[in-house]
């Protein structure tokens, strides 16, 4: 049986500059991380003009997320590797979340060209009984 690969694989060793220090925050990626959350507890809870907010925080969110990916991408020994998990849930967090609140205010605009706005439910509701 032959084994394939380097089984002593050691990690590459950081740049001669960043020996010896305390890798720094990344930019922006709790704030997307945050965001997604809130985004993504919003889109079903604000069903109707509310769930424009949950759009755009997702939006800022995911462009937080992307930004603060492509910064560690380019120098990942200087910053906490935490913080690039935190990022990389953000941006999967505001993905799930602007799928959510796209496919909510997608049917919020379609109730509306069709006449069945969100007042109209109580009309539907004493017609029932």
């Not at 603060?68 to 935490?82: C, G, H, I, M, R």
């Not at 509306?112 to 009984?129: C, I, Q």
Request: hydrophobic share 40%; proline share 7%; aromatic share 10%.
């Amino acid at each position: 049986m032959q084994q394939t690969g380097n089984v002593n694989w050691q990690p590459p060793e950081p740049p001669e500059g960043n020996q010896g220090q305390k890798p720094k925050e990344l930019p922006n990626a709790v704030g997307s991380f945050v965001m997604g959350i809130i985004s993504l507890c919003l889109s079903p809870i604000c069903c109707c003009y509310g769930n424009f907010i949950a759009l755009a925080l997702s939006i800022i969110g995911l462009v937080l997320a992307n930004g603060s990916l492509k910064v560690y991408q380019k120098d990942p020994w200087a910053y906490n590797e935490k913080h690039y998990k935190q990022a990389k849930s953000g941006r999967l967090l505001n993905t799930i979340a602007l799928i959510v609140s796209s496919f909510i205010t997608l049917i919020f605009i379609i109730m509306l060209v069709t006449g069945n706005s969100p007042t109209n439910y109580d009309d539907l509701f004493k017609n029932m009984n």
